[in-house]
Every structure is written in structure tokens, then in C-alpha cells.
């Protein structure tokens, strides 16, 4: 089976642009999760979507959007690009049937760099 | 989420058994321990994950005080393969609590030969 897949894997970008990045889960999982991880920090909550539907929000602006298609498939989206927006975006996905074990499995993620 | 605290980084000799700790005071009855590892320019691979009781898998064993206070990620024989950032994460089970986990900046493990 594939693994998370996540596009695309590097990209640039300057101030003010707008950029997607996307995400297709493990076949079967329902739950996508995304994560900011900025050069020498842990990865930060940024939204999980669960049967299309926001299931939580990290303390991030609302220039940060995202959405789930019916595939469950993924789009990251942000407006308005600063320079402190360039870090590593990283995709999870977990399944129902990890309820109880709740592991999640992540994508190789989107390195993204503002100019 | 309950808070942890991990050293920010600790050497091993390759062969040798890594022990990484991890302090979460203020866990929750309810709160899993879960560890992961993110190897450079890779996403985060979960390890393991207990409750009270010590678990081991193929990977690594987990050791859990009585009081739950504090817990070790153990990987008996480190190769050099190992070298990576280790998350402690405390939380809720269940795959809805899963994607909200709170990473903090975790123990950089290098492991030399």
C-alpha cells in the first residue's frame, strides 16, 4: 500500500503569494491532520479534518485554510505568504482502525520557502 | 495535552542501549504515552505507545513509572540508523485525538560508531 503522499515536495514562493499543497491519505484512512514544522522545532497542529468535516484547529492565522474532498484527499491553503511562513508541511492520516491505538502516519511533507 | 519535557539531545555508542527520558507530570488518567522518531528531512514514524503498563515491540520497549509520571523509550541495540529526533506526546487515544497531537521539540539522538 502507499503510503501518505504529499505535493508538492519542495516549492518557492514570495511574500504575498498564495500556495496549495496537497495530501492523499493511506488508502482507507479517513483522518487528515496538518502540521507546520519550522528548522529545529517539533512539528505544530495547524488542522485535522475528519469525514470532510474540521475536526481541530491549531493557534494559526486565518490566512491558513484547509479542506478534505470527498477521496479524503487534502489542501493546505495559504494567503498572503510571509517570510515566517517558510518551514516543512507535513501530512497525517490515522484510520478507524487505529481507534484505540491512535498512530498516525505522516507523509514526507512540503518544504516551502518564502522569499 | 499534558506537557512533556525531554532532553534536547544525548549521544549512544552504536550496539549499545539508547534510553530516552521523558518527564510528563501533569498526565492524565486518560492519556496515552506515545513516541515518535523523525530521521532528517523525514516525516515523524510512530514507535510505540503505552498507558501504564511497559510495552514492547519490534522497534523499542517503553518503560512507564508506577506513578506515571515519567517514561523511558528504550531501543536495545542502536545502530547508527537511529539517529534521529525522538517525541515523547502525551495524549487521548483514539484516531479524532490523534491529529492533534502536541509535538515539542523532542531529544536528537545521535548514535556514533
Known amino acids: 500500500d502507499a503510503g501518505v503522499t504529499q505535493s508538492p515536495t519542495h516549492l518557492i514562493k514570495t511574500r504575498g503569494q498564495h500556495v496549495t499543497l496537497r495530501c492523499s491519505p493511506i488508502?482507507?484512512?479517513?483522518?487528515v491532520s496538518w502540521y507546520q514544522q519550522v528548522l529545529g522545532q517539533g512539528p505544530q497542529f495547524i488542522f485535522q479534518?475528519?469525514?470532510?468535516?474540521?475536526?481541530g484547529r491549531g493557534n494559526f492565522p486565518d490566512r491558513f485554510s484547509a479542506r478534505q474532498f470527498p477521496n479524503y484527499s487534502s489542501e493546505l491553503n495559504v494567503n498572503a505568504l510571509l517570510l515566517g511562513d517558510s518551514a516543512l508541511y507535513l501530512c497525517?492520516?490515522?484510520?478507524?482502525?487505529?481507534?484505540?491505538?491512535?498512530?498516525?502516519?505522516f507523509g514526507e511533507g512540503s518544504r516551502l520557502t518564502v522569499l | 495535552d499534558a506537557k512533556t519535557t525531554q532532553p534536547p539531545s544525548m549521544d549512544c555508542a552504536e550496539g549499545r542501549a539508547a534510553n530516552l527520558p521523558c518527564n510528563h507530570s501533569?498526565?492524565?488518567?486518560?492519556?496515552?504515552v506515545y513516541w515518535y522518531r523523525q530521521i532528517h528531512s523525514q516525516g515523524p514514524q510512530y514507535i510505540i505507545h503505552?498507558?501504564?503498563n511497559n510495552e514492547t515491540n519490534e522497534m523499542a520497549s517503553l518503560i512507564i513509572t508506577e506513578d506515571r509520571k515519567s517514561s523511558t523509550l528504550i531501543l536495545p541495540h542502536a545502530t547508527l540508523r537511529d539517529t534521529a529526533v525522538y517525541y515523547c506526546?502525551?495524549?487521548?487515544?483514539?484516531?479524532?485525538?490523534?491529529?492533534?497531537?502536541?509535538f515539542g521539540d523532542g531529544t536528537t539522538l545521535t548514535v556514533k560508531p
Open positions: 501533569t498526565i492524565s488518567g486518560n492519556e496515552y
Open positions: 479534518y475528519y469525514e470532510k468535516e474540521e475536526r
Open positions: 506526546i502525551v495524549r487521548v487515544a483514539g484516531n479524532t485525538n490523534a491529529g492533534k497531537s502536541t
Open positions: 497525517a492520516s490515522s484510520s478507524l482502525a487505529d481507534a484505540n491505538t491512535g498512530e498516525l502516519f
Open positions: 488508502s482507507g484512512h479517513k483522518s
Open positions: 503505552g498507558l501504564k
